[in-house]
């Protein structure tokens, strides 16, 4: 079955320093990757995705994310967190191997940003 | 322009009761799904809808059932609600059913049993 998995439950990093969210995931060939954000109180956002194609995929709010099929990862990085940064951030995955059309979640990373 | 809503935004209730979540998206999507949340914030699919048919259905009690009158509405009803349905329920919606289609998600109704 494929799984996700979000080995940090909670980050904290200052206000400027840079981040890296690690994602790895157990599955098949051919992984649709994504990152999502959730704010307190809020619905996910969709931060990034990677179907196939570069390696390195770029999102919205600043983020990238980097997909290394060697290692089953999917890291989300940002090279200098803002305070608004400060929110759960969930990776997850979909498969064509399986056929699977929802999503499957790793359990999620807590960030928190000191000034 | 709220693209996937979902009333209520708060709902507190009492054990055995039966109560409705209802979720709307205007983007035009053949797609909608359930998600729960629980306390620890895992995310796991509940059901999916594709134009009005249902194509996943999770291990889910049979007290849960969702209801599409149409493609832009998915509705979950539960009855007999127990303590352990307290939890944020997502709405989401995807362009199409394919594997990896971006998913839209609504702002969740959390849902408190007593």
């Known amino acids: 079955a494929q799984s996700v998995t979000q080995p940090d439950i909670h980050i904290t990093v200052s206000e400027g320093a840079s981040l890296e969210l690690r994602c790895n995931y157990s599955?098949?060939?051919?992984?649709?990757l994504f990152w999502y954000v959730q704010s307190p109180g809020q619905g996910l956002q969709l931060l990034l995705k990677y179907f196939s194609g570069d390696t390195l995929v770029q999102g919205i709010k600043g983020f990238e994310a980097e997909f290394k099929r060697s290692q089953s990862s999917f890291n989300l990085r940002k090279p200098s967190v803002h305070w608004s940064d400060a929110a759960e951030y969930f990776c997850?995955?979909?498969?064509?191997?399986?056929?699977?059309?929802?999503?499957?979640f790793g359990s999620g990373t807590r960030l928190q940003v000191q000034p | 322009d709220t693209a996937v809503s979902q009333t209520p935004k708060y709902l507190v209730t009492q054990m055995g009761n039966d109560k409705s979540i209802k979720c709307e998206q205007n983007?035009?999507?053949?797609?909608m799904y359930w998600y729960k949340q629980d306390s620890k914030k895992f995310l796991k699919i509940m059901f999916s809808?594709?134009?009005?048919?249902?194509?996943i259905n999770e291990t889910v009690p049979n007290r849960f059932s969702p209801k599409s009158p149409d493609k832009a509405h998915l509705n979950l009803h539960i009855n007999s609600l127990e303590l352990g349905d307290s939890a944020v329920y997502f709405c989401?919606?995807?362009?199409?059913?394919?594997?990896?289609?971006?998913?839209?998600f609504g702002p969740g109704t959390r849902l408190t049993v007593l």
């Open positions: 989401a919606s995807s362009q199409y059913s394919g594997v990896g289609d971006t998913q839209y």
């Open positions: 983007l035009g999507h053949d797609t």
């Open positions: 997850a995955v979909a498969s064509m191997d399986t056929g699977r059309r929802a999503l499957t």
């Open positions: 809808y594709n134009n009005k048919e249902l194509i």
């Open positions: 599955y098949g060939a051919t992984p649709y």
